[in-house]
């Protein structure tokens, strides 16, 4: 393992910091910018490799707050402009920091097929259920029945899960963590720079302003939190509650939550988390446990090794027809196939 | 064998036609590129439906292949033709209005029947006299029969062998215009030999059936030789439009040393572009087939922001889609080639058909003062040229740029001198390597106006671009109004500039004269074909065409002053004109507009150029 000994510091850029006060996401860059000295150790890469792309809303300011390679690009496009930069050149580490009108309603498509195709993307998924930047619209993300300012009688749609997005669209690697949780976000970002392929990393975001206390019932507090959410974490059984004390056990081909020690249930019963699992089931089901039924998922819920990562593909067939060329410049290929001369 | 007479033509346009599962695109192309190897020179028009399988046997199914040859270097594929083989009666009657006076027509007899003159939409048993072509030279052999018959010893099914019926009227083709087998049945080799044999036989066969049974026969009055073309030395090839594009491209990227990227979506006409650059990884090319044409221009600008020499192809639709992130292009002024094969429009419109109705689209088409490059090519093989153009200006300049190619001439093939690499310039972008003192400032200048390019990756150059408007030095964000008045000035500033970066606009023609008329784009062969017929009848015509449209060339003006009328002929409603309205004001513009979705044919051009200088 390198050892860069980069600081925070290293990562924060001379603009400032133009959010709304107590808005989720200065807890979100903050925890960037501690983990990126550890994922430039854990990666092997140094400063100049790090390229930040964003789309358009409040989360996509977040370039210009990282000394970093950085494109502010066009609302919904994040994902396409990153997918050309890894592309062109997969040995920059490319980050894409977008929100859920970005990239679940106007990009929804680009952000489908960069998942399909692994590229090695590390996407950070500002969630706060909300347009915020245009002030206070809902987003594709906003509960049922929302009352925002183009729904002033409620919302009639349903709102996607975005884990179930991922996994859907064949993901390898999904995490989700909550603002408040700079560590945890922290933990989930190094994980997800060590994935090959692309890893979607859902932060639980609160706008202050528009859609306060949106995630608040369940994750207001740590005490709250402690209740109402898991962290799970690969090889480590399935425990939540302030002592710990629940579990999940899978029963009638479903997830049940179950204390242990009661009702027969026993430690041994609870689910122990595999991340690593290519079944897509449980990791689906995890993602989808809703409060107040089930307590909120959070931390690494999918960690799949896959070979098939297209920017690596892209670059092996360049270097394989190379190898066995025949055409090696341009005057090679203007003269080749059926030519004639005029003497 | 009898020998027939032989006559010398100078030239000779044959339509190949059939239903569009025929195979008369591959038929034509097999007679052009024999034309092309023994010498003549060829200019090619695929004229297909949208449908991959239209309703067989209706009109509207028709897929046809014009080749026009002959002992000059060819400009045009040719309005009228002088032979029309038609595989059946819709092929008859589809073309009838394209065939010149006593043409020779050789129709499948076999494909005539009840239900294939109704399906054709003919009122009687008669194709021949209802078309009023009784007096043409009509020849209608059992095209189906004879193939059948000369294929019965391969062991082929009747569908396959059936398949084989345009070979045999390639065959007769190859007669009459004493044409050499060798080409055809070498490419059949190819094709078929390794993965299916007996085909390629069959193929052949049917070929040497068709060529003996015109030769055996009395069916045609003649055969003809068409001399080779007298054509300048060197080494040549036969190329297509967007071949030509894709390598100009491939050039642009190896001159200016850097790895070329495509980042596309497929679209009619424009999508062998990318299939030829995917084919491209010998030379190191990238290649992204995108979800759609928005991700085909993002990926493009972000491999540009990377530090590759971008690309995306498209066709009209492909471009409105494509206009937001043009903006984005422009706003972080970072090099990018947009090729817009155009077609007819608007929305989805006449996808296989030539038009030049994306000119405004390219100028203005997108939200804010959005100034960028536009280019047009005008033939096949100068698609290279301007491909290479485009690469050039964009990375040295800093600027995306849109070159606007057709339908016409993306399909369409002429023979090509191979040029040699080293006759083209080094290109040299801007490319910063290393922090100047103080730190990098990505909106810093050079003498082009073109801002630095710096790749992420470089140590020291970290930086910051996007859509939002930057500080002119800095390259932060500012909403301050006199800088927003400062970067629209730059930007259109820079593009202006290009114009000494250009060749002068050249006349063709006499420097002054009675009429000058003025074109764009890929209507070049018809418009100077048209000037040559009248300048040799002496009229006092010229010919100013376009190739550069944003920034206009230098002399121009000076051009214009010297004619009494001045003719803008385009394949829209008038876009060029509007445009040269707007930019050179003294003039009168008189316009020549055409949406047929069908090249100006030389007789229309000549008809109108004669009314104008009366």
Redesign the interface.
């Given at each position: 393992m390198a050892t860069y000994n980069y600081t925070p510091a290293d990562f924060k850029?001379d603009?400032e910091v133009r959010w709304c006060p107590g808005c989720g996401d200065h807890a979100i860059l903050n925890a960037v910018q501690r983990a990126l000295p550890e994922v430039a150790d854990a990666t092997d890469t140094?400063?100049?490799?790090f390229?930040f792309?964003s789309g358009?809303g409040c989360s996509s300011r977040f370039?210009?707050y990282m000394?970093?390679?950085?494109?502010?690009?066009?609302h919904g496009?994040a994902n396409?402009?990153?997918?050309?930069?890894?592309?062109?050149?997969p040995?920059?580490s490319v980050w894409v920091a977008t929100g859920d009108g970005d990239s679940l309603a106007i990009g929804g498509?680009?952000f489908i097929?960069a998942i399909r195709r692994n590229i090695d993307l590390n996407v950070i998924l500002f969630n706060n259920e909300i347009y915020g930047l245009t002030k206070g619209q809902y987003s594709p993300t906003s509960k049922l029945g929302k009352i925002t300012k183009t729904s002033p009688y409620g919302t009639v749609e349903k709102p996607f899960n975005p884990g179930e997005l991922v996994i859907g669209a064949k993901g390898s690697f999904f995490a989700r963590s909550v603002d408040m949780e700079v560590m945890l976000t922290k933990e989930c970002l190094v994980a997800a720079a060590r994935h090959k392929g692309m890893s979607v990393v859902e932060v639980l975001q609160n706008c202050v302003i528009f859609n306060d206390k949106t995630h608040a019932l369940f994750a207001g507090d740590k005490a709250t939190r402690a209740k109402h959410t898991i962290t799970l974490r690969h090889g480590e059984k399935m425990l939540f509650g302030e002592k710990r004390e629940k579990g999940l056990v899978f029963e009638n081909m479903k997830l049940k939550v179950v204390t242990v020690g009661e009702e027969g249930y026993t430690i041994d019963d609870v689910l122990t988390h595999d991340a690593h699992t290519p079944e897509t089931t449980l990791h689906t089901m995890l993602a989808a446990m809703k409060y107040p039924d089930y307590p909120v998922a959070v931390g690494v819920i999918r960690d799949v090794e896959d070979p098939v990562v297209y920017d690596q593909g892209?670059q092996r067939?360049?270097e394989e027809?190379?190898a066995a060329?025949?055409?090696?410049?341009?005057?090679d290929?203007?003269?080749s196939?059926?030519?004639?001369?005029?003497? | 064998m009898e020998q027939k007479n032989v006559q010398a033509l100078q030239d000779v346009v044959i339509r190949f036609s059939g239903d569009s599962g025929d195979g008369m695109q591959l038929t034509g192309t097999l007679f052009s590129?024999t034309a092309?190897?023994v010498?003549n020179g060829i200019s090619t028009f695929p004229d297909y439906p949208a449908e991959i399988r239209a309703p067989q046997g209706t009109v509207a199914g028709v897929s046809g292949f014009q080749v026009h040859f002959g002992s000059s270097r060819e400009l045009n594929p040719g309005d009228y033709c002088d032979v029309l083989v038609a595989m059946n009666p819709a092929a008859l009657k589809a073309n009838r209005k394209w065939l010149k006076e006593g043409a020779t027509i050789i129709l499948d007899g076999d494909s005539i029947s009840e239900e294939s003159l109704r399906k054709a939409g003919f009122a009687t048993l008669d194709p021949i006299a209802e078309l009023g072509i009784g007096d043409y030279n009509v020849v209608v052999p059992d095209i189906t029969a004879m193939t059948r018959e000369a294929l019965k010893e391969t062991g082929l099914d009747n569908k396959s062998v059936v398949k084989c019926k345009n070979m045999f009227a390639l065959g007769i083709c190859f007669w009459l215009f004493d044409r050499p087998e060798e080409?055809a049945f070498a490419y059949l080799d190819g094709k078929f030999a390794k993965k299916n044999p007996v085909v390629a036989e069959a193929n052949k066969l049917a070929i040497k059936a068709g060529y003996n049974y015109a030769a055996n026969t009395h069916q045609f009055a003649n055969n003809y030789r068409v001399a080779p073309a007298k054509?300048?030395?060197?080494?040549?090839?036969?190329i297509s439009g967007n071949v030509a594009t894709a390598?100009g491209l491939?050039?642009a990227a190896?001159k200016a040393g850097l790895?070329l990227?495509c980042?596309s979506y497929p679209i009619t006409p424009a999508t062998v572009i990318l299939e030829e650059l995917a084919k491209?990884?010998?030379?190191?090319?990238?290649t992204?087939q995108?979800?759609?044409e928005?991700?085909g221009i993002?990926?493009?600008?972000?491999?540009?922001?990377?530090?590759?020499f971008?690309v995306t192809s498209t066709s009209g639709p492909g471009l409105s889609l494509k206009s937001?992130?043009l903006?984005?292009a422009v706003m972080?002024e970072l090099p990018l080639v947009v090729i817009d094969v155009q077609r007819g429009g608007p929305s989805t419109g006449l996808p296989t058909k030539p038009e030049q109705s994306d000119l405004q689209q390219a100028l203005y088409g997108r939200n804010g003062e959005c100034p960028l490059i536009v280019l047009a090519a005008s033939s096949p093989s100068d698609c290279f040229h301007y491909a290479f153009e485009a690469g050039r200006l964009a990375m040295e300049h800093m600027t995306p740029v849109v070159l606007l190619s057709d339908g016409f001439i993306a399909n369409g093939s002429e023979p090509w001198?191979?040029?040699?690499?080293a006759d083209y310039p080094a290109i040299t972008p801007p490319i910063v390597e290393e922090a100047p003192e103080g730190g990098f400032m990505p909106y810093v200048r050079n003498e082009r106006l073109a801002r630095g390019w710096a790749?992420?990756?470089?140590?020291?150059?970290?930086?910051?671009?996007?859509?939002?408007e930057k500080d002119a030095v800095k390259g932060?964000?500012s909403h301050d109004p006199a800088n927003h008045q400062l970067m629209t000035h730059l930007r259109a500033e820079k593009v202006r500039m290009v114009a000494e970066d250009i060749p002068v606009q050249s006349v063709y023609g006499e420097a002054e004269g009675d009429l000058l008329v003025v074109g764009w784009g890929g209507t070049r062969g018809h418009l100077q074909n048209a000037v040559d017929q009248l300048r040799a009848e002496g009229r006092r015509i010229s010919l100013c065409h376009f190739n550069y449209i944003n920034p206009l060339p230098h002399g121009v003006k000076e051009i214009f002053a010297k004619f009494r009328k001045i003719v803008v002929c385009e394949l829209n409603q008038g876009q060029f004109a509007g445009y040269l309205r707007q930019q050179l004001q003294e003039f009168d513009y008189l316009q020549y507009n055409k949406c047929e979705g069908q090249p100006f044919t030389i007789v229309e051009l000549k008809r109108h150029f004669e009314s104008l200088m009366q």
């Open positions: 850029s603009q140094p400063h100049n490799l390229t792309v358009i370039i210009y000394k970093t390679f950085g494109f502010h690009s066009v496009r396409a402009i990153a997918t050309g930069v890894k592309t062109a050149n040995a920059l498509n680009h097929h892209v067939q360049v027809v190379r060329r025949k055409i090696t410049c341009v005057d290929l203007l003269r196939g059926a030519t004639w001369k005029v003497e | 590129d092309a190897l010498g080409h054509l300048e030395k060197g080494t040549y090839r036969t390598w491939c050039a190896e790895p990227f980042g491209r990884k010998d030379l190191g090319v990238k992204v995108a979800e759609d928005i991700a993002c990926t493009a600008i972000g491999a540009a922001f990377a530090g590759n971008a937001e992130a903006g984005l972080t001198r191979i040029p040699s690499m790749f992420p990756g470089k140590k020291g150059l970290e930086h910051r671009v996007g859509g939002l932060s964000i």
